[in-house]
Structures are given as C-alpha cells and as structure tokens.
C-alpha cells in the first residue's frame, strides 16, 4: 500500500448508515500491514515531545519501533510499563489534545496516529494471549491496600501497588468493574466483554482482588477497613457519579433523565438488548442537553434505540467540549444539533409525560471564567422542540457518600476530596485520584492520579 507520510494511514469504520441501527463498535481499528505502515511515519524523535503529551509516560516511540519490526510482544511490553488499560486508552482517550498535539509530524501533516497504534498492540497482545507480568524480582510487601471503586483510577493504583509487591483489594459499589468504562462508555465506542472485561481480567491476573457490590460508606467505613479490616493505607477513586440538572420547570416530568441513568440502563444493565429485563424509553423524539462526550454518547444512543435525536447546546459549535471525532461521528449518524439553544421549561402532557422542550436561542457575549464566550438569552426568541424524552447531560460531581462518612476527610466547594502532592487527603494513610479529586476530567487523567498514588501509599508504608 503507497501511503502520504503526510496523512495518517485510514482506519475502516462501520457505515454510519448501519452502524446508526447496531451496538457494534463503530472503529474497526488497524491490521498488521496498516499498523506497520502509520508506525513506519514515525520519525522516532531523541526527546519525543509525544511523551510529554503522555499524562502517564508511556515510550512511545519505543514501542512505535517495535510496531514497524513487527514485534507486537516487544511493544506491549513497553506500553504495560506505563498503563495497565491500552485497550481502552487506545480507544477512548483524546489523543488530539495529548499525545498527537505534541508529535513533530503534526507541525507540517497529520500527527502519529498513536492511539489506534496502542490499541493496535493491546488488541493484537490480547488475541496471542500475552499478559503483564508481575516484576521477576517483586518481594511481598506484607501490607494491605484498601482501593474504592474500580474505576480506571482504582484500577490502575491497584495494579500498580501488585506489582510493588502489596496485597490489593478493591472494594467496588457496582456488580461489575470498570467505573464508567462499564457503566457510561456505550458499547460501540469500548466493547465490554471484548475489551473491559479482559483488561479487568489482566489486573486480577496480578494477584488483585476485587469485591462489588460493596458501597463504603454503607457496607463498611474507611474506619472499618482500618480497624477491622487490618488494610495500613486506603486510595479513594470513586469518581464523579452524580449527575447535575438545570432546575428548571418541568424537570421532574416522566420521560426526562439524567445522561448517567440513562447510559447505565443501557451499557451496565444491557437495556438495549432486545433479551434484558432492564427497561430503557426508546423515545420517538429525543431532546439531549449539553455538549461534551457524555452527550454524544447519550445521543448516539438514543439514535441506536430508534429516536430522532436533537443535541441541545447553549454556545455554538467552536465551543462544544465533546471530541471532534465524536461530533463527526454523530453527525454521520443523523444526530440534529441545535446550537446556541438552551431549555427554559420542560412541557409534559395530562399524564405528566415530556411532550415538549421550551428552548430561547442565544448568542455569544464576553468570554467568562473559563475564557469561554458566554451565552446570553436572545429575548422574545424562545420556541419548542415537540419531543417525549429529554436526557440532561450536563454533568457530574462527586458523590459526597465517603465524605459524609469519614471524618476529618476535607472536600473543596465542588466536592472534590482534597490532597496533596503526594496524592493523600487530609486523613493519615487515605489517598485519592480521578474524577473524585478533580470532577469529572479523562481517563488517562484518572489513571495518572492512580499511579501517582500507587507511588505516594509505596512511600508512605515504607517509612
Ligand atoms: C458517558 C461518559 C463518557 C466518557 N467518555 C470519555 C472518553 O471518551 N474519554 C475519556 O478520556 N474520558 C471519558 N469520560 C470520563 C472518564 O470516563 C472518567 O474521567 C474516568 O472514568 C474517571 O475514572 P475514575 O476511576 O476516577 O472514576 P469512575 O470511572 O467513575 O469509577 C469510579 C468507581 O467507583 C465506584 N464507587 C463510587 N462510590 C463508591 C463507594 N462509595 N464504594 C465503592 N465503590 C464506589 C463506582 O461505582 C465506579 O465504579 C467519560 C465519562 C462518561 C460519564
Ligand atoms: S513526536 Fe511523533 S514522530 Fe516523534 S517520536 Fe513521537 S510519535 Fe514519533
């Protein structure tokens, strides 16, 4: 195959006319002689800019190299140095303002294409079954580490303080693990049983053990896991699950639910499956509000389920937090996008059902905060989009169950735990990472956090 070193090597994707109807994954993702071709655009820089890209480190062009050798083994070996889930970072992160923003062969062309190369080598390792090791040399610390919830913060600070030789448990609220990579991420971006489950598999297969169905702060405290459960330290990666509404007329009508409730009926529970007991609303017109990843992914849904869906976003479309990659793919699939709108009333009928959604358009004013412009009401302009559900996707904070429940645990205003440098909060010997420290944030973020705090607790139990 001739390729433009310019331009990242394609990768096939579904038809978006046929992949609007199914929950199979949309990215087909690369085959060996794609793969070694994209790895052969790599310049293998001395000081790879592409690596401090990385929040977690990973060599990239190290294991680029191996890619073009051939030596699938060699580069997920490399790769399992720095994260323990590449099948889902491969997937799921957004390389484009990481990783790939940095890449040299971005100033002139297109970057690297390094995310679909690290699922490449994950998916490729897993088919030939290779596994990560625990280190030859590990010695048995002899220690017990308490995580909460596993997450891919959890996950990662487990798998990480294993392979340093400590004994793990997670303690997980839901029946199954992943954190949101179950429960949010829809099946056609990040295929369960495929590819979460398996990574799940990898971090057990290093001696980590993970117990669900087990809330702290219900089950058992923090104050329990020490004096009675004998763990010496304790990471919190309980993430951010608690949605955030708008407060506005209507909200509590039938038909309007939350992004998080509706994602997990589908992705947890399987609601979208014809053969689950889980019901899910398969609504004939559906209303999303908000603009990031968690709508788009709400959005494809719903067109899944067989809904005309309208994407409901206050500013306009530069400002859209969603990835790129995600708007394009929605857009592809016949999802509507109504910029510059935003809901004032939710309208329901005599039985107290969504029949309709009260929207004024806006326009852009001065940048706030965040350096956003921000909208503003055009007066007299408000309309109704007729629709009978609408889901709210406008965010989440973290569950404030652990700080109700642990004393001397500090919060900041948003309800994110505090910590410092080292990862540990204002209690001696808990640690916390992810969308529990920052609010809802990435992924490879949250994996970062567990790994620093798999480092701080090491520092911490070896004084
Ligand atoms: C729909 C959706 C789409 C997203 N898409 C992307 C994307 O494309 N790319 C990206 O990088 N990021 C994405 N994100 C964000 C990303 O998934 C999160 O930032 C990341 O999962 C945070 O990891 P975490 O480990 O901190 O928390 P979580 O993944 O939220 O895991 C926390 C775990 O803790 C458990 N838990 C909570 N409280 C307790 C308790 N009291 N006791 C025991 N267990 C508890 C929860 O059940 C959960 O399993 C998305 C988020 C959502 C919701
Ligand atoms: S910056 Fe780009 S070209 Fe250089 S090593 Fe990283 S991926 Fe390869």
Known sequence: MDIDV?????????????????????????????????????LTCKNARCVQGCPVSIDIPSFISRVKEGDVEGAYNVISLSSSLPAVCGRVCPQETQCEAQCVRGIKGEAVSIGRLERFVADTAKEMGIKPQLPADMVKKGKKVAIIGAGPSGLTCAGDLAKMGYDVTIFEALHKAGGVLVYGIPEFRLPKDKVVAKE??????????????CVIGRSLTIDDLFEQEGFSAVFIGSGAGLPRFMNIPGEQALGVFSANEYLTRSNLMGAFSPDSRTPIMRAKKAVIVGGGNVAMDAARTAKRLGSEVHVVYRRSEEELPARKEEVHHAKEEGIIFDLLTNPVEILTDENGWVKGCKCIRMELGE???????????????????????????????????????????????RGGIIV????????????????????????????????????????????
């Open 6 to 42: 310019m331009k990242k090597v394609p990768v096939s994707e579904q038809d978006p006319q046929v992949r609007a109807t199914n929950f199979d994954e949309v990215n087909l993702g690369y085959t060996k002689d794609e793969a070694v071709l994209e790895a052969s655009r790599c």
């Open 367 to 413: 940048p706030d905060a965040s350096g956003r412009r921000s909208p503003v009401p055009v007066e007299g302009s408000e309309f109704t989009i007729d629709c009978d559900a609408v889901i709210m996707s406008l965010g989440t904070s973290p569950n404030p169950l652990i700080k109700k429940t642990t004393s001397g645990l500090e919060v900041n205003k």
């Open 420 to 463: 410092n440098e080292a990862e540990m909060t204002s209690r001696d010997g808990v640690f916390a990472g992810g969308d529990a420290v920052t609010g809802a944030a990435t992924v490879i973020l949250a994996m970062g956090a567990g790994k620093s705090a798999a480092k701080g607790i090491d520092e911490y139990l070896s004084k």
């Open 200 to 213: 799940v598999e990898n971090i057990k297969a290093l001696g980590v053990e993970i117990v669900t169905d």
